[in-house]
Nanobody, 114 residues
């Protein structure tokens, strides 16, 4: 399984970014996909989940601002982030579990700063 992330970067507070994660080596459409983040000095936290049936859930701090979605034809999961805040600054990771093993993307830095 390979998870390849793209997107991210530097954005001003209130701005938007979209992260992408392209998966290979797995049956993508039947698997839940997640986004985690890790801020400096903090533990990695689960940000958003999307199931195979497209049910979603979010950590409270991003509800109403972030949207997770998936395109099964492209084997890709997205995280649309709007109204970004400085506290959203972190390295973001795509994640899934396949055949009992965890798999992570390479990580993408998101920095929210003026």
């Amino acid at each position: 399984v390979q998870l390849v992330q793209s997107g991210g970067g530097l954005v001003q507070p209130g701005g938007s970014l979209r992260l992408s994660c392209a998966a290979s080596g797995m049956f993508f459409s039947i698997n839940a996909m997640d986004w985690y983040r890790q801020a400096p000095g903090k533990e990695r936290e689960l940000v958003a989940v999307i199931t195979s049936s497209r049910s979603t859930r979010y950590v409270d701090s991003v509800k109403g601002r972030f949207t997770i979605s998936r395109d099964n034809a492209k084997n890709t999961v997205y995280l649309q982030m709007t109204s970004l805040k400085p506290e959203d600054t972190a390295v973001y990771y795509c994640h899934t579990v396949w055949t009992g093993a965890e798999h992570w993307g390479q990580g993408t830095q998101v920095t929210v700063s003026s």
